[in-house]
């Protein structure tokens, strides 16, 4: 008996044109999965493209829960630590890449607002001093509070200085120094020759002689040495609000609430040198960048930088809109400023391009209604700081200077 006619059917061979047709039909759905693989991986490689984190120029603005007078980062570590008008105390971890900032821990501690805060000169404590009269020293690690020195002064500290690592300054809102030894029980140095609050304290290269700026409008000199009073320079028409050396510590800046910016010569704190006024509603804080430039916060919530001798703004490093600056501080490697204002925010400026600036000594004549020059990505113009008030406007911003006297 013959073996029955077998057919064998290869890729493509059908019986019939029938059998092709409905061949043909079945197979052209397998293809179709394939093609939605394909799309499908497609998307998800877009798709992880658009979730993987960017990196900025800037960290991300950290939101406050209230607004921050301490401000201060490690003097190693891409650490950033505020003290709020809470009396709450926060450390930071602050990155570049989208959504990597945040937050290691708090204390509250405190009973009333934090004034100022600072790090240790090896970044493993940081002190604080409040409103409520007391000091607290940190372990930047665990945020456990090590000490208290809870009756510190007789009113509310206002400023901190640390001179070294045992000895720290603290200034109220009487006038009165204090110089503290932390190895040591009580102030080792009690002085009162302000009669307002201490705003801001500055220390020379030597540690001898500690620099005060108080509401009073003088300038004080402390040798903390030996202990002593040295002087007041005469009073300025308005509160000095910060101090710091300038000119490899041969020029010492004062800003002050009246806008002003008030020099005075090294060894000659009896009388200003030079003033150079801004337009700005006054200047609430200092921060050197060179030794000839420096950035000032104010009431306006502009951010500028300003070169000193010869007198002139270079331009806008940023802005808090509408709001108050409270501080300002340089990151350890120098490439951030942070500043705090009224609107919650810790914001961070790159002021990398500052420290290439070079300011002619020739004036040229501003134009009436000259524009603040934005000096990075995210700051704006004058133009921009009120029209975006985020509204348009047609106003001319005022000139930059008002006025200037160069010396040396």
């Not at 959504?99 to 607002?113: F, P």
Request: aromatic share 6%; with cysteine.
């Amino acid at each position: 008996m013959a073996a029955p006619c077998e057919v064998r059917h290869g890729v493509g061979e059908w019986d019939s044109p029938e059998q092709e047709a409905e061949g043909d039909s079945r197979r052209l759905p397998t293809s179709l999965p394939l093609d939605a693989a394909v799309q499908s991986d497609t998307d998800t490689d877009a798709e992880t493209e658009d979730s993987a984190p960017r990196e900025r120029d800037t960290p991300e603005d950290i939101v406050l829960e209230a607004p921050a007078n301490g401000l201060a980062f490690h003097p190693a570590r891409n650490l950033v630590a505020a003290g709020d008008v809470d009396g709450d105390v926060f450390v930071f971890e602050y990155s570049c890449w989208e959504g990597e900032n945040k937050e290691l821990w708090s204390s509250g501690h405190h009973l009333r607002s934090c004034r100022d805060l600072a790090f240790s000169e090896d970044g493993q404590k940081l002190i604080t001093v409040s409103k409520d009269k007391a000091i607290h020293i940190l372990d930047v690690e665990q945020g456990r509070l090590d000490k208290r020195i809870s009756k510190a002064h007789n009113v509310a500290i206002n400023s901190l200085l640390l001179v070294d690592e045992h000895l720290l300054a603290t200034g109220d809102d009487s006038g009165r120094i204090r110089l503290w030894d932390q190895r040591k029980e009580g102030p080792i140095m009690d002085l009162r020759q302000h009669e307002d609050y201490i705003a801001d304290m500055a220390l020379d290269p030597t540690k001898k002689l500690l620099l005060t700026a108080s509401g009073d409008g003088c300038l004080g000199v402390f040798n903390i040495k030996r202990h002593r009073f040295e002087l007041l320079s005469e009073a300025q028409s308005g509160d000095l609000t910060s101090v710091k050396l300038m000119k490899r510590g041969k020029k010492v800046a004062c800003g002050s609430s009246e806008g002003t910016i008030y020099l005075f010569n090294w060894n000659g704190f009896g009388a200003t040198s030079d003033r150079f006024a801004l337009k700005a509603e006054s200047i609430d804080c200092i921060v050197p960048i060179t030794d000839n430039l420096l950035c000032t916060g104010s009431t306006d919530g502009i951010i500028r930088a300003v070169n000193i001798l010869p007198n002139r703004v270079v331009g806008s490093v940023g802005q808090h809109a509408g709001e108050p600056v409270e501080q300002l501080a340089l990151s350890h490697c120098g490439k951030f400023l942070a500043s705090s204002g009224h609107d919650h925010r810790l914001k961070f400026w790159d002021v990398t391009q500052l420290r290439s600036v070079v300011v002619d000594d020739y004036r040229k004549r501003k134009k009436k209604g000259g524009q603040l020059q934005a000096l990075s990505s995210k700051a704006w113009g004058m133009d921009d700081f009120f029209a975006g008030l985020k509204e348009e406007e047609d106003t001319v911003p005022d000139p930059v200077e008002e006025e200037s006297e160069d010396s040396d």
